[in-house]
Nanobody, 123 residues
Framework: QVQLIESGGGLVQAGGSLRLSCAVS????????VGWFRQAPGKEREFVAA????????YYGDSMAGRVTISRDNAKNTVFLQMNSLNSEDTAVYYC????????????????WGQGTQVTVST
């Protein structure tokens, strides 16, 4: 089982940036895909970005395309989500997830989830 802990959320003004972190621990996850999803109040969970742990492939959803970058630090076993040009529609709880599948936009492809970190964008 893989454990994931998100951090880095908070309150940011519109137009600002945030970098979310996802600390990964547990069984060997070098063959895992790690993804970021978000869920706003009253809305379905939405895919943001995913990557193979090796970093050789990454995949972005339409919701934040061009404004986010997914990356990882092998030494720290941490995956990051750099978010830029944030607006009020980006307000949501952001979740990190891991799964032994090719990076996917489908939440069911991931079997380990973090607790989420709140991002609030003020106008």
């Amino acid at each position: 089982q893989v454990q994931l802990i998100e951090s880095g959320g908070g309150l940011v003004q519109a137009g600002g940036s945030l970098r979310l972190s996802c600390a990964v621990s547990g069984r060997s996850f070098s063959s895992y895909a790690v993804g970021w999803f978000r869920q706003a109040p009253g809305k379905e969970r939405e895919f943001v970005a995913a990557m193979i742990w090796t970093g050789l492939y990454s995949y972005y959803g339409d919701s934040m395309a061009g404004r986010v970058t997914i990356s990882r630090d092998n030494a720290k076993n941490t995956v990051f989500l750099q978010m830029n040009s944030l607006n009020s529609e980006d307000t949501a709880v952001y979740y990190c997830a891991a799964g032994r599948n090719f990076p996917s936009s489908t939440s069911s492809a991931y079997n380990s989830w973090g607790q989420g970190t709140q991002v609030t964008v003020s106008t």
